[in-house]
């Protein structure tokens, strides 16, 4: 089960997810980490450190639907950055989705593009 770490710098909430994940963690991280987050703040959610198995379109489109629900706290810009390996495929398909629901994701492989779409708000 894939666990996260919560930290705020300088006005950006960054979500670090790190350890095995399983499709059902995505959905559990964003719904757990809700309440401990400003609503509307700049986001920043690094799936770097997570490792696992394959996950599916299906399991993204799913996280997007979680996401959406949660709008009133995930209502910012929210910076996704991964890996550019075949992983990425998935978070763009994740930024596609959400964007589709009205939220603003971007998928990034740069900390830095991150940061500064993320202040650029």
Same mark, same amino acid.
């Given at each position: 089960?894939?666990?996260?770490?919560? =930290?705020?710098?300088?006005?950006?909430? =960054? @979500?670090?997810?790190?350890?095995?994940?399983? &499709?059902?963690?995505?959905?559990?991280?964003?719904?757990?980490? %809700? $309440?401990?987050? =400003? &609503?509307?703040? $700049?986001?920043?959610?690094?799936?770097? $450190?997570?490792?696992? &198995? %394959?996950?599916?379109?299906?399991?993204?489109? #799913?996280?997007?639907? =979680?996401?959406? +629900?949660?709008?009133?706290?995930?209502?910012?810009?929210? !910076?996704?950055?991964?890996?550019?390996?075949? #992983?990425?495929?998935?978070?763009?398909?994740?930024?596609?989705?959400?964007? @589709?629901?009205?939220?603003?994701? #971007? %998928?990034? @492989?740069?900390? @830095?593009?991150?940061?500064?779409?993320?202040? +650029? !708000?």
């Amino acid at each position: 089960m894939a666990s996260f770490e919560i =930290t705020d710098t300088e006005g950006i909430v =960054t @979500v670090t997810v790190s350890g095995e994940s399983a &499709p059902e963690d995505g959905s559990r991280i964003l719904r757990e980490a %809700a $309440p401990r987050l =400003t &609503p509307g703040a $700049p986001l920043l959610i690094d799936i770097r $450190p997570a490792l696992g &198995p %394959a996950l599916s379109f299906s399991d993204f489109h #799913r996280y997007a639907s =979680t996401l959406a +629900d949660l709008s009133e706290v995930y209502g910012g810009r929210i !910076a996704v950055l991964d890996d550019f390996d075949e #992983r990425f495929e998935m978070t763009q398909f994740f930024e596609a989705s959400a964007t @589709v629901r009205g939220a603003a994701v #971007r %998928a990034f @492989v740069s900390e @830095v593009a991150a940061l500064r779409w993320l202040r +650029d !708000a």
